[in-house]
T-cell receptor
Framework: GAVVSQHPSRVICKSGTSVKIECRSLDFQATTMFWYRQFPKQSLMLMAT?????????EQGVEKDKFLINHASLTLSTLTVTSAHPEDSSFYICSASPLNSPLHFGNGTRLTVT | DAKTTQPPSMDCAEGRAANLPCNHSTISGNEYVYWYRQIHSQGPQYIIH???NNETNEMASLIITEDRKSSTLILPHATLRDTAVYYC????????????FGKGTKLSVIP
């Protein structure tokens, strides 16, 4: 089945620094990938849609200058949390799917900002 | 807002069938019913999806009522590893994008 890989699985960073999270589709090409965020005891919330070769589409309330998304190839999207603060600590999850197939999710990245 | 309603929690004895209900009374004609589950601290895992016919795969069965306003996910022989939050989600098309997650059902499989 389709495999979506995320890296790193955990990251701890200091307040004010930037963190990059990678999302790869391992056995298929994905023109679109999705980034979700999940706070403790809450459900997943869609942050943005990553489009290969064009600008990402952000959900209402998500700052595009803070959460930079780059989808430079058909198998890789990156999410960079810039100038991270403790309130950005969360579980970040990406997803993608082959054509006409259900979405598959990565195993998530646990970000802790100290 | 999620367009589905699920009970917040359920218990199931190990080895028994787990039947997880989902109401989706405002489902549109082109919306599929998708089921995912999320084990603690992992990404969601796809289980099954269907449009109007019942579906079965190696993980589960999906029963959709004739009026499509509700469905049931069946795990035929629940194990402790099936303890997770189960999400019932509506999505347009067989390859669904932008899935909107509700709160799901926390299934606890009890020894």
């Amino acid at each position: 089945g389709a495999v979506v890989s995320q890296h790193p699985s955990r990251v701890i960073c200091k307040s004010g620094t930037s963190v990059k999270i990678e999302c790869r589709s391992l056995d298929f090409q994905a023109t679109t990938m999705f980034w979700y965020r999940q706070f403790p005891k809450q459900s997943l919330m869609l942050m943005a849609t990553s489009n290969e070769g064009s600008k990402a589409t952000y959900e209402q309330g998500v700052e595009k200058d803070k959460f930079l998304i780059n989808h430079a190839s058909l198998t890789l999207s990156t999410l960079t949390v810039t100038s991270a603060h403790p309130e950005d600590s969360s579980f970040y999850i990406c997803s993608a799917s082959p054509l006409n197939s259900p979405l598959h999710f990565g195993n998530g990245t646990r970000l802790t900002v100290t | 807002d999620a367009k589905t309603t699920q009970p917040p929690s359920m218990d199931c004895a190990e080895g028994r069938a787990a039947n997880l209900p989902c109401n989706h009374s405002t489902i549109s004609g082109n919306e599929y019913v998708y089921w995912y589950r999320q084990i603690h601290s992992q990404g969601p895992q796809y289980i099954i999806h269907g449009l109007k016919n019942n579906e079965t795969n190696e993980m589960a069965s999906l029963i959709i009522t004739e009026d499509r306003k509700s469905s049931t996910l069946i795990l035929p022989h629940a194990t402790l590893r099936d303890t997770a939050v189960y999400y019932c989600i509506l999505g347009v098309g067989a390859g669904s994008y932008q899935l909107t997650f509700g709160k799901g059902t926390k299934l606890s499989v009890i020894p």
